[in-house]
């Protein structure tokens, strides 16, 4: 039994909310209804589609081949294949639904999403090995779904984009350095889709994630019967997985002595031997490598190999706190706003002064951190307008507000601004050492910047 009201709108919901793609014609094969799924799946829009015959839609070439329109030719329930003018694939059926007359009233196909594996099918071959790859990719898909939040509009973002530009379409290893939260893994993902082996496999591994004792076998696989429990068949490792491709050693800094010396091999070698196993097998992996630990001080404590460092630190960026990047936090939580607008179809904003909030805060979580602060925000914001007192922050939040609403007692407001403007202008070039990063700090043209601190010099 459907809850009390209207049936139509609780079965629109229902199919508004499936997980599969749902489209709907009538009887002469007219679009009437589809759901968001389809829209996400297939990469179209309502609009393209809704009204339209699906003649129409295939002779505009917007879809390759209409269920529907078999549907009404064989009068029986169709399965196929479509590709759209997106560029995505699907595997969709179609199933006729009759009327009292036995005539088609409507047509009912169901949309699954197909993209994906075309494209991982297109990278391996059929063979028994190529086919674990296959599962292994479809494994780390799932989890690892490359999606880039990348801003980069303050200057010192754009620096590390200048470097990961140098480096990208290079075989050279790359270690980010950088606080956590502050997106090590998104410059990772962007230096790997800008090079040229953004075709291929593209594997992440988290260093402190995996436990010690599955260490190497994750990493390098096991042969069949290496140990106890072990699948007879044998396991491919992640390197294996990687091949050809780029592998991202991520908290690097989390691993123990004795796989450092392992990986240190296979560095030097490009192979790797999986365990219960003598055999070394040749890989072709390019590696890039995260940490957000200090590994010049763990070497100095024995912590971390020192001939280890040293391969691996060949290009390292150092990726600044978000606290450094100020310019970047307004454009970030516009992004972050619009996508949560668009997913709930909200209309809200953050006010000047919220941004000057966000501005002024240390975020020691950095860009995660953004991220979470601003959809709870919008969540707990009880009108469009997100202000200062919607914000969930912590610790210096409340010593902003005390700066924004404590104001000293001033008699004299140009010397005061005076004086104000001098100590940024020093603290300015005190922290970046030359005129044009300090300016740019600033919002402040160089000439500007030069003239005010001569100004005040005389």
């Keep these: 039994m459907f809850p009390t009201g209207?049936?139509?709108?609780?079965?629109?919901?229902?199919?508004?909310?499936?997980?599969?793609?749902?489209?709907?014609?009538?009887g002469r094969a007219t679009t009437i209804m589809v759901n968001k799924a389809y829209e996400t799946i297939t990469g179209l829009r309502r609009s393209e589609v809704l009204g339209k015959n699906m003649r129409e839609l295939v002779d505009k070439q917007i879809i390759s081949?209409?269920?529907?329109?078999?549907?009404?030719?064989?009068?029986?329930?169709?399965?196929?294949?479509?590709?759209?003018?997106?560029?995505?694939?699907?595997?969709?059926?179609?199933?006729?639904?009759?009327?009292?007359?036995?005539?088609?009233?409507?047509?009912?196909?169901?949309?699954?999403?197909?993209?994906?594996?075309?494209?991982?099918?297109?990278?391996?071959?059929t063979s028994e090995g190529q086919k674990q790859l296959l599962l292994k990719e479809l494994e780390h898909m799932k989890s690892e779904m490359l999606k880039l939040d990348l801003v980069v509009q303050d200057s010192r973002t754009?620096?590390?984009?200048?470097?990961?530009?140098?480096?990208?379409?290079?075989?050279?290893?790359?270690?980010?350095?950088?606080?956590?939260?502050?997106?090590?893994?998104?410059?990772?993902?962007?230096?790997?889709?800008?090079?040229?082996?953004?075709?291929?496999?593209?594997?992440?591994?988290?260093?402190?994630?995996?436990?010690e004792n599955l260490m190497e076998s994750e990493f390098f696989g096991y042969e069949g019967g290496a140990f106890t429990d072990?699948?007879?068949?044998?396991?491919?490792?992640?390197?294996?997985?990687?091949?050809?491709?780029t592998i991202?050693?991520?908290?690097?800094?989390?691993?123990?002595?004795?796989?450092?010396v392992k990986l240190l091999r296979v560095l030097q070698d490009q192979e790797i031997t999986r365990v219960g196993s003598h055999k070394p097998r040749k890989i072709d992996v390019r590696i890039l490598a995260a940490t957000n630990?200090?590994?010049e001080e763990m070497v100095k404590e024995?912590?971390?190999?020192?001939?280890?460092?040293?391969?691996?630190?060949?290009?390292?960026?150092?990726?600044?706190?978000?606290?450094?990047?100020?310019?970047?936090?307004?454009?970030?939580v516009s992004k972050f706003t619009e996508s949560l607008n668009q997913k709930y179809g909200w209309k809200k904003s953050f006010t000047p002064d919220s941004l000057q909030v966000m501005e002024?805060?240390?975020?020691?979580?950095?860009?995660?951190?953004?991220?979470?602060?601003?959809?709870?925000?919008?969540i707990i914001s009880s009108g469009d307008q997100i202000t200062p007192e919607d914000l969930p922050l912590e610790g210096d939040h409340d010593k902003n507000k005390k700066r924004r609403t404590g104001m000293p007692h001033i008699s004299n407001l140009p010397e005061y601004i005076h004086k104000v403007e001098l100590y940024y202008i020093n603290e300015a070039y005190k922290k970046y050492g030359n005129v044009r990063d300090a300016a740019d700090s600033l919002g402040i043209s160089p000439a500007t910047f030069v003239r005010k601190r001569k100004k005040s010099t005389d």
């Design 6 to 26: 209207d049936i139509n709108h609780w079965l629109g919901s229902i199919i508004e909310h499936s997980f599969d793609g749902i489209y709907i014609t009538d």
């Design 65 to 125: 081949s209409s269920g529907s329109l078999r549907v009404l030719e064989t009068g029986e329930p169709v399965t196929l294949h479509q590709e759209f003018k997106t560029g995505r694939k699907a595997l969709i059926t179609s199933t006729p639904i009759f009327g009292a007359n036995h005539k088609i009233d409507m047509i009912v196909t169901n949309v699954r999403d197909l993209t994906e594996i075309y494209n991982l099918k297109a990278t391996v071959e």
């Design 158 to 211: 754009m620096e590390v984009m200048r470097l990961a530009d140098k480096v990208r379409e290079l075989d050279t290893i790359v270690m980010l350095l950088g606080e956590t939260g502050v997106g090590k893994d998104v410059f990772a993902k962007y230096i790997c889709q800008n090079s040229t082996r953004r075709d291929k496999p593209f594997i992440k591994i988290n260093c402190g994630a995996i436990p």
């Design 230 to 245: 072990a699948d007879k068949r044998g396991k491919i490792g992640l390197f294996e997985v990687a091949d050809t491709g």
């Design 248 to 260: 991202f050693l991520d908290e690097i800094g989390e691993l123990p002595l004795s796989m450092q």
């Design 293 to 295: 630990r200090n590994l």
């Design 302 to 332: 024995g912590t971390f190999r020192e001939d280890l460092y040293y391969r691996l630190m060949v290009f390292p960026i150092h990726i600044p706190p978000l606290r450094d990047r100020i310019r970047d936090i307004e454009p970030m």
């Design 360 to 378: 002024e805060y240390s975020w020691p979580g950095n860009i995660r951190e953004l991220k979470n602060v601003v959809e709870r925000a919008i």
